[in-house]
């Protein structure tokens, strides 16, 4: 059985994902998936205040919206402006989903040696949302109400945010080597441990985190 590791402070809890970045990078070729979010700031930002070597990793994106009327509410300008801009990465060695080309990278997340994931409220994972396959490939996806709800925080009102986006589904994430599921709030609190705890189900797609046998979790109030 798996279990949430509580962390005292958010900024131990970006220090603990780093860890494992860190870790990883020291492997002489890698490959690790990364989200975006309000929850990884921390990791990014101790990331970047440790100068490690990226030039043996390459990184893959879990998802991108699609139809953005702003460009700096991709997650390719999230990515640049947290980390890469402050790494050695080259950018032929950074992969995102492009909704018009995602079909040739399909599973470009195969058996990557480590995925970082956040959680929705809803109990999402990437933009895998309630009731999607636990077997599906990366895809085009309609974000749910909630989803929506819980990002138009990021722009100016819920209209602004995007209907669909392209996700890695949960094959290729749940392919990797390794998995570290990062939570904070109270407001992840209990889906988190419903889909640690209670029953695996698609209605509740983290649940699948389950059936992972090198799984870590950190959860920060
Ligand atoms: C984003 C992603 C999403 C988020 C989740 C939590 O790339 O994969 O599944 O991790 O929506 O988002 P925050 O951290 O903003 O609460």
Redo the contacts with the bound molecule.
Sequence with gaps: MHKITIIKSYFELGSKAADCVEKTLLLPKSSIIF??????ISMYKELVKRKLNWSNTTTY???EYMHLKNPEKS?FYYMHKNLFNHTNISSNKTNFLDYKTFSKTKNYGFCADLCI????RNG????NEPGGSFDSETRIVELSKQ?RK??SRFFKSIQDVPLKAVTMGLKPIMSSKKIVLLA?GKS?KEILEKAIFEEITEKIPASILQKHDNLKIYYCD
């Design positions: 989200p975006t979010g309000s929850t990884p994106n879990l998802d997650y994931l956040g959680i929705g999402h994972i990437a933009f989803t819980d990002n904070k992840k």
